[in-house]
């Protein structure tokens, strides 16, 4: 891994960031690349969906939908022990969302004049879980769980066709999808997923998928592309990027488990960023040579390998914790670990992170899980503005405004004058049309 040694500088949030760059994306490539793939589809059928598997997954589904009878078989064919940690996953994860739950909440403003706010799920969703060089059980927990109990009446999941599954979705995938209650899923996976989401799809006139509102979860770089071709025509949670791991960690932190947390999320994909950011240099420098030990006897080690030694993988030498989190916060990590004396008072100054894991018995693999809480999170610097997946990723707040004749006569003229500054004098007509004489 590159060493960047910042003792002795103190930058500003964007020096920080020009040292520990993400792993360039084309993202502009992948949009003129789909570009005629979200046409295609528009103009399309359940064929042409179809096709694209074949092109893109090298089988072709019998059918887009997954048949009940496909689902149910899933579930009784899911090994038993699994099942039991899938459901105790699902448990943690309904905990922890419950408790995001919204209320009506109803101001009163003047005597006679009221705002209520009102939380409203979204009518329709798509959940997208990839399907590629891994399974993900996990998604498809994080995506419908959250919807179910913001309300969204209907949930429909989307993955890839699979030729090692007679062109159905993972069978884990699929038995998750049984679990949860969900029966609408769909072996679509890339850009054409999205699209099928956001237009539908129909044979003839008979409506094979109807179009949704929302569209939400992880995937490649072209689920990314179609997600932001087609934001405005559905909403989207957040434009995935790589996976990505920053380390905030002292001496107290112990070498070998940090190494194991950074080879974590290297293991996802050659573009994973993995940072560690430290004021203990002989840490440092026993997390370099753990790191190449453990990289090279792991499973996934060429692609971990080429993670690490890219230029999205870093360890920053700092000269003390509070410039280590000046740093952290800069950087944004989508999954950052406090692994220092006092993780809970370090958390404290934290303000951008997908989600902070908190000491050496809570690390990034524990929530990508089992903690309960969310692991659809935002990456590449977008924690600096944005959340990760939650309840209220599906619900919209709707105020419902409720006056009385005297509350809206006494603030009449100053919402006419309002308006007559504004050069809009017809909205100070509809105020005074009501208090016109003989009515």
């Not at 999320?265 to 440092?284: P, W």
């Not at 017809?426 to 009515?439: D, Q, T, V, Y």
Request: overall charge negative; charged content about 20%; some cysteine.
């Amino acid at each position: 891994m590159r060493v960047v040694d910042l003792r002795g500088r103190l930058l500003t949030k964007r020096g920080y960031q020009e040292l520990l760059p993400r792993a360039p994306l084309d993202i502009d490539s992948a949009l003129t690349a789909i570009a005629p793939i979200l046409e295609s589809v528009k103009q399309g059928n359940e064929s042409t969906l179809k096709e694209l598997s074949m092109k893109f997954d090298g089988v072709e589904p019998e059918s887009l939908r997954v048949p009940t009878s496909i689902l149910e078989s899933a579930l009784a064919n899911l090994d038993p022990q699994l099942r039991e940690i899938i459901i105790e996953a699902i448990r943690r994860v309904r905990i922890v969302h419950r408790d995001q739950q919204r209320g009506v909440t109803t101001t009163r403003v003047v005597d006679g004049g009221e705002v209520e706010e009102r939380w409203i799920p979204v009518d329709r969703v798509g959940l997208y879980v990839p399907g590629g060089r891994a399974v993900y059980p996990s998604s498809v927990i994080m995506n419908v769980v959250p919807a179910q109990i913001a309300g969204v009446p209907s949930i429909a999941v989307a993955s890839p066709a699979q030729k090692e599954n007679d062109g159905w979705p993972h069978p884990t995938i699929l038995a998750t999808c049984a679990l949860l209650g969900v029966t609408e899923v769909y072996a679509m996976g890339g850009a054409q997923a999205v699209a099928a989401f956001a237009y539908g799809v129909k044979n003839g006139e008979e409506e094979v998928l109807a179009p949704v509102d929302l569209v939400t979860g992880p995937g490649n770089i072209y689920v990314a592309a179609a997600k932001r071709a087609l934001r405005g025509k559905i909403g989207i949670d957040s434009e995935a990027g790589p996976t990505e791991i920053a380390v905030v960690a002292d001496s107290t932190a112990i070498a070998d488990e940090v190494a194991s947390d950074l080879i974590s999320q290297a293991e996802h994909d050659t573009i994973a960023a993995a940072v560690l950011i430290t004021d203990s240099l002989q840490l440092a420098n026993e997390v370099q040579a753990k790191v190449a030990e453990r990289a090279a006897r792991t499973k996934h080690s060429e692609r971990i390998m080429e993670a690490l030694s890219g230029i999205q993988s870093t360890i920053v030498i700092t000269d003390n914790l509070e410039q280590s989190l000046d740093i952290a916060n800069a950087y944004a990590a989508e999954h950052l670990e406090l692994i220092v004396s006092d993780p809970k008072s370090a958390s404290q100054k934290i303000r951008n992170a997908g989600a902070v894991f908190l000491g050496r018995f809570a690390p990034v693999s524990l929530g990508d899980y089992l903690a309960g809480s969310n692991h659809v999170l935002p990456t590449g610097g977008c924690a600096c503005h944005s959340s990760g997946l939650s309840v209220q990723t599906f619900l919209r707040g709707l105020h419902f405004i409720s006056y009385s004749e005297r509350a809206l006569r006494e603030i009449a003229q100053s919402v006419i004058t309002f308006a007559q500054a504004e050069d809009l004098p017809a909205h100070g007509e509809a105020i005074s049309a009501r208090f016109e004489e003989g009515k």
